[in-house]
């Protein structure tokens, strides 16, 4: 399958501070990704929809201004968390879409887990 | 927003018997389903997708759709104890603009 390569992996930062975690497809082009955060053994929670050269579309209770979402290129989207606080400790999953087909599955960045103290 | 459901299980098998998951959706406009495996601490890997009615089998596993119930299974033949994870069913919606997710279902299998 495709690969989406997420990076941090694993982020420790201080509260107050902002953390900004890349998704990129490696070997596609990706008119879409989604954003997911997963709290402790609960299941994914669909965040944002990244489309490319545009607005993300931000799921009912996602802050947008706290949770920045920049897609510049077919093959990039990063989500920013500004001023992070304890409760954004979570694990942070992008997904992206290949582009020009229809029903095509998503493929998984390998999560990145913010740990904000 | 619309929804999918699943049993969070645990669903407990024997290895070698047949595991049976189960998923409904709530939006009659999707048009695709997937079936993901979730290790502990780790992301979602893609087990198998299905977009027409019927069954679609690779492999050990068998996926099924019924779109007038509204309803995707996934059988898992011969399960071994590497296949205990977390099973996330999701289906798009009908712009095939989000991703929908249910709760995922427990699976242990016993050696």
């Known amino acids: 399958g495709a690969v989406v390569s997420q990076h941090p992996s694993w982020v420790i930062c201080k509260s107050g501070t902002s953390v900004k975690i890349e998704c990129r497809s490696l070997?596609?082009?990706?008119?879409?990704m989604f954003w997911y955060r997963q709290f402790p053994k609960q299941s994914l929670m669909l965040m944002a929809t990244?489309?490319?050269?545009?607005?993300?579309?931000?799921e009912q209770g996602v802050e947008k201004d706290k949770f920045l979402i920049n897609h510049a290129s077919l093959t990039l989207s990063t989500l920013t968390v500004t001023s992070a606080h304890p409760e954004d400790s979570s694990f942070y999953i992008c997904?992206?879409?290949?582009?020009?087909?229809?029903?095509?599955?998503?493929?998984f960045g390998q999560g990145t887990r913010l740990t904000v103290v | 927003q619309k929804e999918v459901e699943q049993n969070s299980g645990p669903l407990s098998v024997p290895e070698g018997a047949i595991a049976s998951l189960n998923c409904t959706y709530s939006?009659?406009?999707?048009?695709?389903f997937f079936w993901y495996r979730q290790y502990s601490g780790k992301s979602p890997e893609l087990i198998m997708f299905?977009?027409?009615?019927g069954d679609k089998e690779d492999g050990r596993f068998t996926a099924q759709l019924n779109k007038a119930s509204q309803y995707v299974s996934l059988l898992i033949r011969d399960s071994q104890p590497s296949d205990s994870a977390t099973y996330l069913c999701?289906?798009?919606?009908?712009?095939?603009?989000?991703?929908?997710f249910g709760k995922g279902t427990t699976l242990s299998v016993s050696s």
């Open positions: 939006d009659r406009g999707s048009q695709s």
């Open positions: 299905i977009y027409s009615n």
């Open positions: 070997d596609f082009q990706a008119t879409t």
């Open positions: 999701a289906a798009f919606n009908q712009a095939g603009t989000a991703l929908i």
């Open positions: 997904s992206a879409r290949v582009s020009g087909t229809d029903n095509a599955e998503a493929f």
């Open positions: 990244s489309n490319e050269g545009s607005k993300a579309t931000y």
